[in-house]
């Protein structure tokens, strides 16, 4: 089966895009227009019920959240992570976890606070946020400081797109709020982590389909997509 990846530029799944370039596995893509919130139709709820992207369509059916998307692929084709058995599966697995579950929410609120909070409260949202990341960055450096394998970029997998997907957006996001508080050389493992995945043929790939720049990781400017719109 040919793979279908809803999608949108410069959302989550461009880390599911990497992941399928990488493993070199038949997928066609279907954009999901965030202009006039086709995420929100009948149609794309069908399949997300959650309204959110991306959407992988499969045949087991169509999977979203993009940590079990990742997972899966992992998992169904190898390559792209440590196989059950792995030594270092525990640790593939918590990392993995810790950017799907702590560090991309934390980036979503920051970017959508008026979803989660008042008007009134907002500025300290933020604020918290900002330092709960930077702990989260400073914590997964050390990790990848120490990483031979993966999260060094020596053995690209899904948690590398991951982490350098969620290094990348905070360079960019809100167009309209201070992101001065996000510095990619305070964390110089992770940042030669991004150094490494620009490279790779999957990250080219990206910077086409998606027009994202000749530096998507380790110098971030706005997409210019083909298609679609990024937010």
Known sequence: MTYVLHYAPDNASLIVRMALDHRGLPYRTQ??????????????????PNGLIPTLETPQ????????????????????????????RGDFLKWLFFAANTLHPCLRMLFYPEKYIGTGHQDALRRGLQAQLKQGFATLDTYASQSETWLSGRKPGVLDFYTVALLRWPALYPSDADRSWFTLADYPALQDLCTRIETLPCTAGLQKAEGLGDT???APRRPTPPEGSAT
């Open 31 to 48: 954009l999901v227009d965030r202009a006039s919130q086709e995420q929100s139709s009948a149609a794309y709820r069908a399949l997300n």
């Open 61 to 88: 059916g169509p999977l979203f959240e993009t940590g079990a998307i990742l997972l899966w692929l992992a998992d169904t084709h190898g390559g792209l992570g440590p196989e059950p058995a792995d030594p270092a």
């Open 216 to 218: 998507p990781f380790t």
